[in-house]
């Protein structure tokens, strides 16, 4: 079967760094995608990685290896307003979308 | 504003009636999908629609029955639900469906209650 796994939640301070970590296995792989959906909100594309290695845009990085089955978003200099689920998706070989659960991330002032 | 509007944005109902949600998305996009979103699971895709034409129907119930008129407007029409099909349900929209390159704009979605 395929399968996502990521964090259920994860707690940071405000203006610290954090990092979410997203394992996947799948038939086949065409990319990984993270969206960000704050409560009660439409969830957003935040990045889309299908080389290995790390991409950077702003505050938000994310990272794969995809011999490793595996990913992570890198938030820095943490904002009260990122508090939101995260969630991690992986386009299978047959353009199908595969989707974790999402980590709701808590962050203290 | 992500350029998808789904309304109603909450809708209680009992598991005797029949409601309908709706999804309009701006961008001019070809493909449009019904996603179920359940607390603390993955989201659970349940139709694509390409070019108005129904493309997959992920084994979802037949009291969920959608419909597209144009390429802009989806719906979900439901009918003698269940508790358990208490969710949220959001629509999104991708420029094409084939190859589909993952990038999706959702609704706020609807949330509903069933009795």
């Known amino acids: 079967g395929q399968n996502i796994d990521q964090p259920t939640e994860m707690t940071a301070t405000e203006g610290a760094i954090v990092q979410i970590n997203c394992t996947y296995q799948?038939?086949?792989?065409?990319?990984l995608f993270w969206y960000q959906q704050h409560a009660g909100e439409a969830p957003t594309f935040l990045s889309y990685?299908?080389l290995d290695g790390l991409e950077e845009k702003g505050r938000f990085s994310s990272f794969l290896s995809r011999s490793k089955g595996y990913s992570y978003l890198l938030l820095k200099e943490l904002q009260m307003k990122d508090s939101a689920s995260y969630l991690c998706a992986v386009l299978d070989s047959n353009y199908q979308l595969i989707w974790g659960a999402g980590t709701k991330l808590i962050i203290k002032p | 504003e992500t350029g998808v509007t789904q309304t109603p944005r909450h809708l209680v109902m009992g598991m005797t009636n029949k409601k309908s949600l709706k999804c309009e998305q701006h961008l001019g996009h070809n493909a449009m999908y019904w996603y179920k979103q359940s607390a603390k699971k993955p989201l659970e895709l349940m139709f694509v629609?390409?070019?108005?034409?129904?493309?997959e129907n992920n084994s979802v119930p037949s009291r969920f029955s959608p419909e597209c008129p144009n390429s802009s407007h989806l719906f979900l029409h439901l009918h003698t639900l269940q508790p358990e099909d208490s969710a949220l349900y959001l629509c999104?929209?991708?420029?094409?469906?084939?190859?589909?390159?993952?990038?999706?704009?959702f609704g706020e979605g609807s949330r509903l209650t069933v009795l």
């Open positions: 629609y390409n070019f108005k034409e129904q493309t």
């Open positions: 990685n299908v």
């Open positions: 799948t038939s086949g792989f065409n990319g």
């Open positions: 999104a929209s991708s420029q094409d469906r084939d190859p589909n390159t993952g990038e999706l704009f």
